[in-house]
């Protein structure tokens, strides 16, 4: 009796174990500033970076190392920039499009105005949950705090680099093209 009792608990803490994560990053999708919506089970098999920015004042220079970044690693990675209302609602989509398509000319795909943070819970999207809680991702127990901060998922879907706005450039190119 005493061994049935230990196989039940060892069955019920292995159950638990694998079951208490919510969702894999790609049984959710996201919807593109251009109207369209990206299922993210489309990109398995690809690393996918997600790129925090301000709609308010969008850093220009983040978002051209980024492009440079996916113009370089495209069959491989997918960039997503989510404008975060937490830091203002900012200018129109029309005006966002504008300045990173039609001026910046980037090349990677820009959801529509979404909440990241936590403190914002109540409407936090999905996505930014899973990126933010350790109960969806397995991995991170993080906020977003401040914009810039950089989602590194692998080809399985694993949560596997958060990465803060100044971080160098060439540690994140190192971090996408060594995981594997």
Same mark, same amino acid.
């Given at each position: 009796?005493?061994?049935?009792?230990?196989?039940?608990?060892?069955?019920?803490?292995?159950?638990?174990?694998?079951?208490?994560?919510?969702?894999?990053?790609?049984?959710?999708?996201?919807? !593109?500033?251009?109207?369209?919506?990206?299922? /993210?089970?489309?990109?398995? #098999? =690809? !690393?996918?970076?997600?790129? &925090?920015?301000?709609?308010?004042?969008?850093?220009? &220079?983040?978002?051209?190392?980024?492009?440079?970044?996916?113009?370089?690693?495209?069959?491989?990675? @997918?960039?997503?920039?989510?404008? /975060? $209302?937490?830091? &203002?609602?900012?200018?129109?989509?029309?005006?966002?499009?504008? /300045?990173?398509?039609?001026?910046?000319?980037?090349?990677?795909?820009?959801?529509? =105005? /979404?909440?990241?943070?936590?403190?914002? @819970?109540?409407?936090?999207?999905?996505?930014?949950?899973?990126?933010?809680?350790?109960?969806?991702? #397995?991995?991170?127990? $993080?906020?977003?705090? @401040?914009? #810039?901060?950089?989602?590194?998922?692998?080809?399985?879907?694993?949560?596997? #680099?958060?990465?803060?706005?100044?971080?160098?450039?060439?540690?994140?190119?190192?971090?996408?093209? =060594?995981?594997?």
């Amino acid at each position: 009796m005493n061994n049935m009792v230990k196989k039940i608990l060892i069955l019920f803490l292995t159950l638990s174990s694998t079951v208490c994560f919510s969702q894999n990053i790609f049984s959710y999708s996201i919807e !593109k500033m251009d109207g369209d919506t990206t299922s /993210l089970s489309l990109l398995r #098999g =690809k !690393k996918i970076l997600f790129a &925090g920015f301000s709609p308010v004042s969008p850093d220009v &220079g983040l978002l051209q190392r980024l492009d440079s970044i996916y113009l370089q690693n495209k069959t491989k990675l @997918e960039i997503i920039a989510m404008p /975060l $209302t937490d830091f &203002g609602e900012g200018m129109p989509d029309s005006s966002i499009l504008n /300045l990173l398509r039609r001026d910046l000319k980037l090349s990677f795909t820009i959801s529509k =105005k /979404l909440r990241g943070g936590k403190s914002s @819970e109540a409407n936090q999207h999905p996505v930014t949950r899973w990126l933010t809680t350790v109960l969806e991702n #397995g991995h991170f127990n $993080t906020d977003i705090t @401040e914009v #810039g901060q950089l989602f590194i998922i692998d080809e399985v879907g694993r949560l596997f #680099g958060i990465f803060r706005k100044n971080a160098p450039m060439s540690i994140i190119n190192k971090a996408i093209l =060594k995981q594997q």
